[in-house]
């Protein structure tokens, strides 16, 4: 319930109270009674009236209350609706980032091995150059 409905309400409550009370003491007081009659009427009427309004007091707060309720269980719903909502993005992203990792991964270690096959090739070429560099050198001394 809005916070216009409970002032309405409210002021609904006030006015019907205070509407009764002012409507029952005009008519004891415009009544043909003795002073004794007279507050034992005012007494009599003013206890009937405030147990009527308690009455419809306690209506107005079960139903306020109840839907109060009512809104409070929707809402709990709702935010358990989003919070699993984000739980199951955030498990789709971290599967995506581990693929991802497990890809790069996997390609990094391709790489390693392609430069590490390359890197011995390019040892190999220049061991053999610098032997082949040293047999000429020794080929050209001896002549």
């Given amino acids: ?41 005012i007494a009599t009427k003013t206890s009937d009236i405030y147990g009527k309004a308690s009455d419809y007091y306690g209506i107005v707060e079960d139903k306020v209350s109840g839907v109060v309720s009512a809104a409070a269980q929707d809402g709990k719903a709702k935010a358990q609706q989003i919070i699993n909502a984000a739980k ?21 270690g391709e790489t390693k091995s392609d430069i590490s096959s390359k890197y011995g090739n390019v040892k190999d070429a220049a061991k053999a150059g610098i032997d082949t560099f040293k047999t000429e050198l020794k080929r050209e001394n001896e002549e």
């Fill in 1 to 41: 319930m809005s916070d216009n409905q409970q002032n309405y309400t409210k002021g609904f409550l006030m006015g019907a109270l205070v509407g009764s009370a002012v409507g029952a003491i005009t008519a004891l007081l415009l009544a043909p009674k003795s002073g004794k009659e007279l507050r034992q009427d």
């Fill in 88 to 108: 199951d993005q955030a498990s789709n992203i971290i599967g995506k980032a581990e693929d991802i990792l497990a890809g790069a991964k996997y390609k990094v």
